[in-house]
């Protein structure tokens, strides 16, 4: 194994495009065109106040004397959201990030017009981050504290941190002899990265721990043992892996993912079938299996009657339900809070002239009334902490 300690430099300036990489930017085209549509659709039309008793409309006055303008009353503020504890949302397609302290106002950051990917580690304190390298087809991979993100690796096909340590991350980057299996320790301007294994084709890391490694290819799922030998390979789309190596698949491999979803082991060998799922009506979207606890936590929505769409089902580790949430949204992305007290769960209304980002917001074993959060951005949950947790 190859074990190396790097000092991290600042983020270098991202390379422009070349003339070559046209149709990459006919896609950015697209991503800002439909940003600026939904923008619109969100605004709405505005007309100005009615005349209120006893006032003239302001209009054309046969006298030269300047008319003196009615004064339009204030418009009442929308009633603020409080929710205990902080939202940390990826923001416009991963461009930017919102935290919204629930006792005060969203702050935005931004974090750089191209970024791939983005997620925080097991204690939400540090972020990773990949950005694309137009001249290879793979990523530059970049960690640290928002503001403070330093260079990692490049030729990355992606990466993931590991769901307990919150210093643990692993990656895959091109190699002269194939794609090498990176896991690293990360502090405060240094990275120590070991070698794991060397692959012959591209996989991107998708969860690892002490069970192994989950890469994901475009038609299979492979399983590294810890030693990085080969331990399973099948046609099967990773949605969740829990700290013990169980996992929620897909079945087959693929995106979209399909509607047949099964709880299974690292060796991918006793596949148990979520039945829920068999319903044509019934659309899974999201799944967590919970580090600490081992809950698994199924996100779906329901396209029939009724108003409810979502539908965010929690069960115990051995698989007996224990809450069911419900939803007018409609739910495509789930987050948890440190000590997974509370979920986070992305997702959007849709209506006749707009369409309504919110996050909901949980108790993880369903006790309570939920709290639904509006954002004026499309956004996606990457956290929620606590109040007695130390700010960002």
């Given at each position: 194994?190859?074990?190396?300690?790097?000092?991290?430099?600042?983020?270098?300036?991202?390379?422009?495009?070349?003339?070559?990489?046209?149709?990459?930017?006919?896609?950015?085209?697209?991503?800002?065109?439909?940003?600026?549509?939904?923008?619109?659709?969100?605004?709405?039309?505005?007309?100005?106040?009615?005349?209120?008793?006893?006032?003239?409309?302001?209009?054309?006055?046969?006298?030269?004397?300047?008319?003196?303008?009615?004064?339009?009353?204030?418009?009442?503020?929308?009633?603020?959201?409080?929710?205990?504890?902080?939202?940390?949302?990826?923001?416009?397609?991963?461009?930017?990030?919102?935290?919204?302290?629930?006792?005060?106002?969203?702050?935005?950051?931004?974090?750089?017009?191209?970024?791939?990917?983005?997620?925080?580690?097991?204690?939400?304190?540090?972020?990773?981050?990949?950005?694309?390298?137009?001249?290879?087809?793979?990523?530059?991979?970049?960690?640290?504290?928002?503001?403070?993100?330093?260079?990692?690796?490049?030729?990355?096909?992606?990466?993931?941190?590991?769901?307990?340590?919150?210093?643990?991350?692993?990656?895959?980057?091109?190699?002269?002899?194939?794609?090498?299996?990176?896991?690293?320790?990360?502090?405060?301007?240094?990275?120590?990265?070991?070698?794991?294994?060397?692959?012959?084709?591209?996989?991107?890391?998708?969860?690892?721990?002490?069970?192994?490694?989950?890469?994901?290819?475009?038609?299979?799922?492979?399983?590294?043992?810890?030693?990085?030998?080969?331990?399973?390979?099948?046609?099967?789309?990773?949605?969740?892996?829990?700290?013990?190596?169980?996992?929620?698949?897909?079945?087959?491999?693929?995106?979209?993912?399909?509607?047949?979803?099964?709880?299974?082991?690292?060796?991918?060998?006793?596949?148990?079938?979520?039945?829920?799922?068999?319903?044509?009506?019934?659309?899974?979207?999201?799944?967590?299996?919970?580090?600490?606890?081992?809950?698994?936590?199924?996100?779906?929505?329901?396209?029939g009657e009724g108003s409810d769409l979502a539908r965010i089902e929690v069960l115990s580790a051995d698989g007996a339900r224990e809450a069911v949430i419900r939803s007018g949204m409609i739910a495509d992305s789930i987050a948890w809070s440190?000590?997974?007290?509370?979920?986070?769960?992305?997702?959007?209304?849709?209506?006749?002239?707009?369409?309504?980002?919110?996050?909901?917001?949980?108790?993880?074993?369903?006790?309570?009334?939920?709290?639904?959060?509006?954002?004026?951005?499309?956004?996606?949950?990457?956290?929620?902490?606590?109040?007695?947790?130390?700010?960002?």
């Open positions: 194994m190859d074990d190396r300690v790097t000092p991290l430099p600042h983020r270098p300036e991202p390379t422009p495009p070349t003339l070559g990489s046209r149709q990459k930017w006919t896609g950015v085209l697209l991503v800002a065109a439909g940003i600026a549509f939904g923008f619109l659709l969100g605004q709405g039309t505005t007309t100005g106040p009615a005349p209120a008793d006893g006032e003239t409309a302001v209009g054309v006055t046969s006298t030269s004397a300047p008319a003196t303008p009615a004064v339009e009353p204030e418009q009442p503020a929308e009633e603020a959201v409080r929710f205990p504890g902080t939202i940390v949302a990826s923001v416009e397609f991963g461009r930017g990030l919102v935290t919204w302290p629930g006792d005060g106002d969203p702050v935005k950051v931004r974090l750089a017009s191209d970024v791939s990917a983005a997620a925080f580690d097991a204690a939400q304190g540090r972020i990773a981050v990949t950005f694309p390298e137009y001249d290879s087809g793979r990523f530059a991979l970049h960690a640290g504290h928002v503001g403070d993100l330093r260079f990692v690796a490049s030729g990355v096909t992606g990466f993931a941190w590991h769901p307990t340590d919150p210093t643990a991350i692993a990656w895959v980057e091109e190699s002269e002899d194939g794609f090498a299996v990176v896991k690293a320790a990360v502090s405060d301007g240094v990275v120590t990265a070991t070698r794991v294994a060397v692959l012959r084709d591209a996989a991107r890391p998708v969860a690892w721990g002490s069970w192994g490694y989950a890469l994901q290819g475009d038609d299979r799922l492979t399983i590294l043992a810890p030693s990085g030998a080969v331990s399973a390979i099948g046609d099967l789309q990773l949605v969740a892996a829990g700290t013990d190596g169980r996992m929620v698949v897909a079945r087959p491999a693929g995106t979209p993912l399909s509607s047949d979803w099964a709880i299974t082991g690292p060796d991918l060998s006793d596949q148990r079938e979520l039945g829920r799922f068999g319903d044509p009506e019934e659309h899974p979207t999201a799944a967590a299996i919970l580090p600490l606890s081992g809950r698994i936590v199924l996100v779906s929505n329901r396209f440190p000590d997974e007290a509370r979920l986070a769960v992305g997702g959007y209304y849709y209506g006749s002239n707009q369409v309504r980002s919110v996050v909901l917001l949980a108790a993880s074993d369903g006790v309570g009334e939920s709290i639904e959060v509006p954002f004026d951005h499309q956004v996606r949950p990457l956290g929620i902490r606590n109040p007695s947790d130390d700010p960002w």
